[in-house]
């Protein structure tokens, strides 16, 4: 396993943020600076500022049905928290989640004790599609599929947003696939378009479905099927 790799599983870091520490200086392997975050790790000691880092263990991934209503946060001044769905004693356990949802959206998210696994779910270069359910207020322009497939340059924001696939599906209902994971993207792309976001679900990611039989605020161990389905290239 690479070096970088080998630090986010270990759950200390993000990928990015161990690759700064290599790069710093911070991390030795069998006693000697390693600044090189491609490095090959095969049963060699490695110590971050001084600390043996544990080799990574069995780690641990949940897929949760996120209930509206909840923050998708650490901060318990925001409570209720998603969190708060996993039994206790792992509340305080380094577990992140791949790919926020706001408060007010609900829909299919990914927990896991692996850094890597939310480098490799999240980077914008992935471009990992996303498929979120829209109940909207208002009107759309009739050029809204184009301008969605062309991308919106947003407010505040200096490079528009990347192609992304917009369906109508009915009277103020919708389906949008993005690619990229941008503040509140998908409320803020209708109100570009003149129309105000309602409700908001995201029912896949990749190759995976929200399970029908998961309900909301429920969660269960993710499969490796479900896994390998999560980091498929096909719906690249
Ligand atoms: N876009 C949003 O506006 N909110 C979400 O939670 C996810 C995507």
Not at 47 to 57: C, K, Q, S, W, Y
Not at 116 to 128: A, I
Not at 135 to 162: K, N, Q, W
């Amino acid at each position: 396993m690479r070096l970088d790799a080998y630090l986010s599983r270990a759950g200390l870091a993000s990928r990015r943020e161990a690759r700064d520490s290599i790069r710093a200086g911070r991390v030795r392997v069998d006693g000697v600076v390693c600044r090189e975050p491609a490095t090959r790790i095969e049963g060699q000691t490695v110590t971050l500022e001084d600390a043996r880092v544990e080799r990574p263990g069995e780690t641990r991934d949940w897929l949760v049905h996120k209930p509206v209503g909840l923050a998708c946060s650490r901060d318990a001044r925001e409570a209720p928290l998603v969190y708060d769905l996993l039994e206790p004693a792992l509340r305080n356990r380094p577990v992140q989640i791949a790919g926020r949802l706001d408060r007010a959206t609900s829909g299919l998210l990914v927990l896991t004790t692996d850094g890597d696994f939310v480098h490799r779910l999240t980077h914008p270069s992935r471009k990992l599609p996303k498929r979120y359910r829209v109940g909207y207020r208002g009107e759309l322009p009739a050029d809204a599929v184009a301008r969605c497939a062309e991308g919106i340059l947003l407010e505040g924001e200096d490079r528009p947003t990347r192609p992304a696939e917009l369906s109508l599906d009915g009277p103020g209902q919708a389906t949008l696939v993005l690619r990229e994971g941008r503040t509140h993207q998908v409320r803020r792309m209708f109100r570009a378009l003149g129309a105000f976001v309602e409700t908001l679900h995201r029912d896949r990611i990749g190759d995976l479905e929200l399970p029908p039989d998961l309900g909301p605020g429920a969660l269960r161990p993710l499969a490796p099927e479900e896994r390998a389905l999560l980091l498929s290239e096909s719906s690249l």
